[in-house]
């Protein structure tokens, strides 16, 4: 089973500022199945990536996904007040299917 | 615009069966897609449970499967969640959510509110 970590912890920042969220793997990710998602208090997650980089249906071009293997990003180039929220990250494998997420970046203000 | 919507007590006695079930709208689950089940303990992180396909097929986290099942109604558009044997351990955010292939990945791109259960006596 492919195990997620996400660092750091905690990232603070100021609204405008760029951020910079990573997500390792503890093995390589199969074709790069791998998603991001924001979650604020009390809503459910919302899918910002998939594939690694794709955007979602109405994510802001502020956020964008890059990496392979077993090294993924999520940079925000510029936080606005809305974006300060915890960022999860999601793996697929297929033998057998199981979806995993990392533990979850908070981005807080500074 | 799909909406979903989870259903459920909120609490369930130590060693009974969590059954929770999740009302799809704007789109048929028979349509194509995935259909699953994530929780979240409170304070804590997200745990994918299983999920189902438009045909019936389905899926569950390995961690999980000896107490699950999910089973779908394409003429009501829901599906359910079954967990037996609920502990202490099982008290979460429980969130139905649709699931979409992409590229031969899958992920969560539309999710219910959420429903809080509570194992307790």
């Known amino acids: 089973e492919i195990v997620l970590t996400q660092s750091p912890g905690t990232l603070s920042l100021s609204p405008g500022e760029r951020a910079t969220l990573s997500c390792r793997a503890s093995?390589?990710?199969?074709?790069?199945?791998l998603g991001w998602y924001q979650q604020k208090p009390g809503l459910p997650p919302r899918l910002l990536i998939y594939?690694?980089?794709s955007r979602a249906t109405g994510i802001p071009d502020r956020f964008s996904g890059s990496g392979s293997g077993t090294d993924f990003t999520l940079t925000i180039s510029r936080l606005e007040p809305e974006d300060f929220a915890v960022y999860f990250c999601?793996?697929?494998?297929?033998?057998?299917?199981?979806?995993?997420f990392g533990p979850g970046t908070k981005v807080e203000i500074k | 615009q799909v909406h979903l919507q989870e259903s459920g007590p909120g609490l369930v006695k130590p060693s009974e069966t969590l059954s929770l079930s999740c009302a799809v709208s704007?789109?048929?689950?028979?349509?194509?897609?995935?259909w699953g089940w994530i929780r979240q303990p409170p304070g804590k992180g997200l745990e994918w449970i299983g999920g189902?396909?438009?045909?019936?097929?389905?899926y569950y986290n390995p961690s999980l499967k000896s107490r699950v099942s999910i089973s779908g109604d394409t003429s009501t558009s829901h599906f359910s969640l079954n967990l037996m044997s609920v502990t202490a351990a099982d008290t979460a955010v429980y969130y139905c959510a649709r699931i979409m292939p992409a590229g031969g990945g899958y992920y969560f791109d539309y999710w219910g509110q959420g429903t809080l259960v509570t194992v307790s006596s």
């Open positions: 093995q390589s990710v199969s074709s790069n199945y």
């Open positions: 704007g789109y048929s689950i028979s349509g194509g897609y995935y």
């Open positions: 189902i396909n438009h045909s019936g097929s389905t």
């Open positions: 999601q793996q697929f494998d297929s033998s057998p299917p199981l979806l995993t």
């Open positions: 594939g690694a980089s």
